[in-house]
Structure formats: C-alpha cells, structure tokens
C-alpha cells in the first residue's frame, strides 16, 4: 500500500477519482487495476480516447469479494490551436459489491465534464 502524494492519479485510476489515496480509499487492502486504454486520432485536431479500468483489492480476507467495479472513460479533445485545446469527458463506474463492503460506493456513478487547456 502506498499514499500518492500530489500524484497524477487519473492518468492510472482513471477520471472519476475514486482511489486518490490507496490506503483509505481501499480499506488498507491495497489495489489491483488491470486496465485497456485505446486513442483514436481522426485527424490532427481531434483525439478520441477510451480507457477501461477493473479495480480490485490486492487483500480481500474477511469480505464476500475483493472485486470492487468497473470504469469506463471517454474522452474527447479537440486541439484549437497550438496553444488551447477543449475537452469533455464521460465516466461510468459500475460498482460491484466490494466497494459497498469496504464502506465506499453502493450504487453506479457516472459524471461528464468539460475543460479548456490553455498553455502559456
């Protein structure tokens, strides 16, 4: 187990930021990820990304399972000019019965956002 520290975390547990500190966020029976990311770029200015994510704890002793969900991403960005760029995103967790064991999630969540990236 592990405490991520100021930690890019969406770029390894995905967008809905359900694991930004290992050790609380799984009960201290630490996680497994196994995870498909696929990008699709139709042409220079748009990249389309989806990321698929199964968590699991690494110690489930005591619960019923140590499976805990699934997460599904999409991601849309749209580069404006070499400087700015828009972009939205979708994320659906599907909870499985570990997240409500280890006190966290009872019920599917799912959350869209929209970003502009501006560099300076």
Do not use: C
């Not at 849309?76 to 019965?97: C, E, K, Q, R």
């Amino acid at each position: 187990m592990f405490e991520t520290l100021f930690a890019t975390n969406h770029k390894y547990y995905g967008f809905a930021d359900l694991f930004t500190t290992i050790p609380v966020h799984t009960a201290s029976r630490g996680l497994q990820d196994v995870a498909v990311k696929a990008v699709y770029a139709p042409n220079d200015n748009i990249t389309v990304g989806l990321d698929v994510h199964s968590f699991h704890l690494a110690k489930s002793k005591g619960l019923s399972t140590g499976h805990l969900g699934e997460e599904l991403d999409l991601t849309l960005t749209y580069l404006y000019s070499g400087n700015v760029s828009f972009i939205g995103g979708f994320s659906w967790v599907f909870v499985a019965d570990g997240f409500a064991e280890i006190g966290r999630l009872t019920d599917d969540a799912s959350w869209l956002y929209l970003m502009t990236d501006v560099m300076f």
